[in-house]
């Protein structure tokens, strides 16, 4: 059974999608092999409920690349196991909790434990992959494309706000050029709102798999303890998904000077990575905003900016944005 889905959410009258949302979400059929890159428990449910119901409906294969045990997540665990102080070994004890949790919620939207492939990296420490050891982290997602081998691969937002999430769509992309250059791939955002102008399209749910949504969710009893009302609330009549934004010539970013000299740069290619203070970083201020002559970028790359500072807000500011190859111009 082929499911396709038009621009607007809804079907036309033959069932045939728009040219638009074909360039979203391709047909779903037995020939679609799906990848869901999920950066902690419950963002495979949250995000992607619908789609993994509605591809295994269609005959498709499903497979669930979790990169983190959502272990660095204090809250809860203190509101649920009535502690103040959070040790490694507590840690390690919540995040085994949720790993359960995730396979209780794939079970419920009809994906086989065997799909599941854990990484085990710590919460809040994805960038911190990227920023350390760029080639093994890209090179440990390899091995799950090579195993999965995905037609479509479905990644958070570049710009989600989430640190985790922007920096496991640097990771995603980076392997499949690689491992799928020809897999196609949609992005889901939770963490923000979808950027205007980005080429997106909603896939709506029928009544039982929006019920089927809503089960996994509750499945992460974890989060639902604190966050119920608001998680429960995510899961509506359709899901939306976008095509990554194009690349860009300059940076997109107009810090004040005021702020610069507390910035660091993160660059990371298929070349490696690097880090930049920005008072150091090889800029240049064109009429387009700032150009970065970084050698790693020379075949188009990833950028972070940020103020390596602690603090409770965990949410990124500015954030990743994608660079095009040297001399390719905007592609925006």
Same mark, same amino acid.
């Given at each position: 059974?082929?499911?396709?889905?038009?621009?607007?959410?809804?079907?036309?009258?033959?069932?045939?999608?728009?040219?638009?949302?074909?360039?979203?979400?391709?047909?779903?059929?037995?020939?679609?092999?799906?990848?869901?890159?999920?950066?902690?428990?419950?963002?495979?449910?949250?995000?992607?409920?619908?789609l993994i119901q509605a591809v295994l409906g269609a005959g498709g294969r499903v497979d669930v690349l979790l990169l983190t045990d959502g272990d660095d997540n204090p809250w809860p665990q203190r509101?649920?196991?009535?502690?103040?102080?959070?040790?490694?070994?507590?840690?390690?004890?919540?995040?085994t909790r949720r790993r359960n949790e995730v396979r209780a919620a794939l079970a419920r939207l009809g994906v086989d434990e065997s799909s599941l492939h854990a990484l085990g990296w710590h919460d809040?420490?994805?960038?911190?992959?990227?920023?350390?050891?760029?080639?093994?982290?890209? *090179? #440990?997602? =390899? /091995?799950? %494309?090579? $195993?999965?081998?995905?037609?479509?691969? @479905?990644?958070?937002?570049?710009?989600?706000?989430?640190?985790?999430?922007?920096?496991?769509?640097?990771?995603?992309?980076?392997?499949?050029?690689? *491992? #799928?250059? =020809? /897999?196609? %791939?949609? $992005?889901?955002?939770?963490?923000?709102? @979808?950027?205007?102008?980005?080429?997106?399209?909603?896939?709506?749910?029928?009544?039982?798999?929006?019920?089927?949504?809503?089960?996994?969710?509750?499945?992460?009893?974890?989060?639902?303890?604190?966050?119920?009302?608001?998680?429960?609330?995510?899961?509506?009549?359709?899901?939306?998904?976008?095509?990554?934004?194009?690349?860009?010539?300059?940076?997109?970013?107009?810090?004040?000077?005021?702020?610069?000299?507390?910035?660091?740069?993160?660059?990371?290619?298929?070349?490696?990575?690097?880090?930049?203070?920005?008072?150091?970083?090889?800029?240049?201020?064109?009429?387009?905003?700032?150009?970065?002559?970084?050698?790693?970028?020379?075949?188009?790359?990833?950028?972070?900016?940020?103020?390596?500072?602690?603090?409770?807000?965990?949410?990124?500011?500015?954030?990743?944005?994608?660079?095009?190859?040297?001399?390719?111009?905007?592609?925006?």
């Amino acid at each position: 059974m082929a499911v396709s889905v038009a621009a607007d959410g809804r079907f036309d009258g033959l069932g045939v999608a728009t040219a638009r949302a074909r360039m979203v979400l391709p047909p779903l059929n037995e020939r679609v092999r799906m990848l869901v890159v999920s950066p902690h428990p419950d963002d495979e449910s949250l995000a992607v409920g619908g789609l993994i119901q509605a591809v295994l409906g269609a005959g498709g294969r499903v497979d669930v690349l979790l990169l983190t045990d959502g272990d660095d997540n204090p809250w809860p665990q203190r509101y649920m196991e009535r502690r103040i102080v959070i040790d490694a070994q507590a840690r390690a004890r919540w995040g085994t909790r949720r790993r359960n949790e995730v396979r209780a919620a794939l079970a419920r939207l009809g994906v086989d434990e065997s799909s599941l492939h854990a990484l085990g990296w710590h919460d809040m420490d994805i960038t911190g992959c990227l920023s350390r050891d760029a080639s093994t982290a890209v *090179a #440990a997602i =390899d /091995a799950v %494309i090579a $195993t999965t081998a995905p037609t479509l691969m @479905v990644l958070p937002a570049l710009g989600d706000r989430h640190p985790d999430h922007g920096s496991a769509h640097v990771m995603a992309r980076l392997a499949a050029r690689a *491992a #799928a250059p =020809d /897999a196609h %791939i949609v $992005t889901y955002m939770i963490h923000g709102r @979808v950027a205007a102008g980005t080429v997106s399209a909603r896939l709506p749910l029928s009544t039982a798999i929006e019920a089927g949504k809503r089960n996994a969710v509750r499945e992460h009893r974890t989060q639902i303890s604190l966050s119920g009302k608001r998680m429960l609330g995510m899961v509506q009549p359709d899901e939306t998904f976008a095509l990554p934004t194009p690349p860009r010539a300059a940076l997109p970013w107009h810090p004040p000077v005021w702020v610069r000299p507390g910035l660091h740069l993160l660059v990371v290619s298929g070349q490696g990575s690097g880090h930049w203070r920005w008072r150091d970083a090889p800029l240049e201020n064109t009429p387009q905003g700032w150009v970065l002559h970084d050698p790693l970028l020379e075949r188009g790359g990833f950028v972070k900016l940020s103020v390596p500072l602690r603090s409770p807000w965990i949410f990124d500011h500015w954030g990743w944005a994608e660079l095009a190859p040297r001399g390719a111009g905007s592609l925006a």
